[in-house]
């Protein structure tokens, strides 16, 4: 068997002479390395036409499909760092000459040395997390990629450009910052704050709603039954400027939460979102943040305005004195819920 002429490109070779038995059936291997074939030759005419991006788009595919072809990933190595992406191709690099020792391939050199070339020339980027900011649960992800602990604090290679670092832990509120990271070994340092506790919108919102399948009681029942007098009257008076001014409150909260809403909202869209709602890490944050500060508004709005409902229903029915008619007798509740509102008033008169 005649070996393979170093000139032509080989995408599929990987030295394993014989497939495993879970491996694909021969007619299946053949069809996919002639795929890989195809992917590189399409590749490397878009290289020379300068389609820097699409080549290295087509070259990806081809990895996908085999990512033990040796040829492939050297040529996909190449395409990486013409486009500028130097961690990106490092990488390729050094997978090739993994993929390439581990079958006796005497490519491994090559891809070691174009891995090795590359070294001064990343940039890196380093997460610091301090003992103080390590809250429980605590996860820090670059660019949406989860880093585990072991990695906080080391120069990680990354691609020149923007990155997003996020950091996030239960009961507590979502930090992110992004960077511009230069080329040409630059090195960029995070540090990670300790995170706040989660905002008011959240905390309302969460104990607004109560058990399961109930709904908070607002505002109790409340009136004038005969022989009440003048005293029940001062009484019921006092619950009613009482309950408008639990109205009033419930009124300035809802506002303040709605302003809340929609500063968020206007954050996100400001270089995080776009037009067709596909955001990045911080994105998605503040369009939580905006949606939790959204419902918070709505019930505190529900609540005041059943609260001044029932006070000015409280405060007309109270008798003016011990000589008022003692037929008038009035009851007001209220609830309100995340999705749901309710204000019952009966009495007689």
């Known amino acids: 068997m005649r070996p393979p002429n170093p000139g032509q490109p080989n995408p599929g070779s990987s030295g394993s002479a014989h497939p495993n038995p879970g491996q694909p059936n021969p007619g299946q291997l053949e069809a996919r390395k002639e795929q890989v074939l195809a992917l590189y030759q399409a590749a490397r005419q878009l290289l020379d036409a300068g389609r820097v991006a699409e080549a290295c788009a087509v070259l990806e595919q081809g990895r996908t499909l085999d990512p033990t072809a040796i040829n492939l990933l050297l040529r996909l190595g190449e395409c990486l760092a013409r486009a500028g992406r130097t961690a990106g191709a490092w990488n390729v690099f050094s997978e090739a000459a993994a993929v390439a020792k581990s079958a006796g391939d005497r490519r491994a050199a090559r891809a070691a040395a174009l891995a090795s070339a590359l070294e001064p020339r990343l940039s890196r980027i380093t997460i610091d997390v301090p003992a103080a900011a390590a809250a429980p649960g605590l996860e820090i992800r670059h660019d949406g990629v989860l880093i585990p602990p072991a990695q906080w604090g080391r120069a990680l290679p990354v691609d020149p450009g923007t990155h997003t670092v996020e950091a996030r832990a239960p009961g507590r509120r979502r930090w992110s910052t992004v960077r511009a990271v230069p080329p040409d070994g630059a090195r960029e340092l995070v540090h990670v704050p300790s995170l706040e506790h989660e905002p008011p919108p959240r905390a309302l919102a969460a104990a607004l709603p109560g058990p399961r399948g109930q709904a908070p009681r ?66 998605v944050a503040l369009r939580e943040d905006a949606q939790a500060a959204g419902t918070a508004s709505t019930i505190a709005f529900s609540a005041g305005t059943a609260a001044l409902l029932a006070a000015g229903l ?27 509102f309710s204000l019952v008033v009966g009495g007689s008169y």
Request: proline residues 5%; hydrophobic residues 45%.
């Open 218 to 283: 607002l505002l109790a029942g409340a009136g004038r039954s005969d022989g009440d007098g003048d005293g029940g009257g001062r009484a019921q008076r006092v619950i009613a400027l009482a309950s408008g001014g639990a109205g009033l409150v419930g009124l300035g909260l809802g506002a303040a939460f709605g302003l809340e809403a929609i500063a968020r909202r206007d954050a996100s869209n400001r270089g995080h979102c776009d037009a067709r709602s596909r955001c990045d890490a911080a994105g």
């Open 314 to 340: 409280l405060f007309w029915t109270a008798p003016p004195n011990a000589a008022a008619p003692p037929a008038r007798r009035a009851a007001a509740a209220a609830t309100a819920g995340p999705g749901a």
